[in-house]
């Protein structure tokens, strides 16, 4: 079994400067990949952003582009560096300097899964790795940098909305705090990947809706963010992290009996961040 490299769904007329995009909601298992694994098909789950497609599919109704991922997470991470490869995991692969993602085993092609369980017996070839890379990570990345091209070329600007979700369990370190526990995690990387007008204007969507929201912690932006976040260029990426708890039931990884609600509640946050950027035309770079 071949994987796309992604799903791309269109607006019937594009009229927004934003970009949605779901590097982690993949859920396209290959047989030959579930049977390596020592994990069975619940547990090797566990890291994919379920259902987060489903929750940002009305974008293209209101003319913004969403791309989504088509492998799993535990298969291909898209969003980390291609060159993020774990000698742990990968035959013949020689250990350059340090990397916390890649050494947690958590790089491009994932050891772990949640919670550090191992996915594979024994190790990979190269050649499979960059096989996976070559026909998923490049083809998506290539689509996702033409999206914001043409953004920018129609709207003098382009917005990246990189949505994912948390485990609950993620925001405890949060409430051991006493601080009142996020429903969203905004990451610009610390204001470097958006501007701040942007970024206010972002929080602002979710917070009308009702959310509580807060920035950067625990979650500030990995390699999407970092890599197409160029605010000077008038491109600006914004990772969006959505507690699951509020719509699914994690433990058997099912949408909640109010899921529909939720998504209803999202819809209108998307509709207010896809009109982003249409009231004004930025300034062109110096």
Request: aromatic share 8%.
């Amino acid at each position: 079994m071949s994987i796309a490299p992604y799903y791309l769904s269109l607006p019937a007329a594009r009229a927004s400067c934003v970009v949605f995009a779901s590097p982690h909601s993949g859920s396209d298992y290959p047989p030959e990949f579930l049977r390596r694994s020592v994990l069975d098909r619940h547990a090797i789950r566990s890291s994919e952003d379920a259902f987060v497609d489903l929750l940002f599919e009305p974008a293209t109704g209101f003319g913004a582009p969403f791309l989504k991922a088509a492998a799993p997470r535990a298969y291909l991470d898209l969003n980390r560096a291609a060159d993020e490869l774990d000698p742990a995991l990968i035959g013949g692969l020689r250990r350059h300097g340090h990397n916390p993602r890649v050494a947690s085993g958590l790089g491009v092609i994932p050891r772990v899964v949640a919670n550090g369980r191992e996915i594979y017996r024994g190790k990979l070839a190269m050649a499979e790795a960059q096989a996976r890379i070559d026909t998923i990570w490049r083809p998506y990345h290539a689509r996702l940098q033409s999206l914001l091209d043409e953004a920018r070329a129609d709207f003098g600007q382009a917005l990246l909305i990189d949505c994912h979700s948390m485990p609950r369990e993620a925001l405890e370190s949060l409430s051991r705090s006493g601080a009142r526990r996020p429903d969203i995690v905004l990451g610009d990387r610390f204001g470097a990947s958006a501007s701040a007008e942007i970024m206010e204007e972002v929080e602002a969507a979710f917070a009308g809706a009702g959310f509580r929201v807060v920035r950067n912690t625990p979650f500030a932006g990995a390699y999407v963010t970092q890599a197409y976040g160029r605010p000077s260029r008038n491109q600006h990426a914004v990772q969006v992290e959505i507690d699951r708890s509020l719509y699914m039931d994690e433990s058997r990884i099912r949408p909640s009996s109010d899921f529909d609600g939720f998504r209803a509640a999202l819809r209108t946050v998307v509709a207010r961040i896809a009109v982003i950027g249409q009231t004004r035309m930025p300034m062109a770079a110096e």
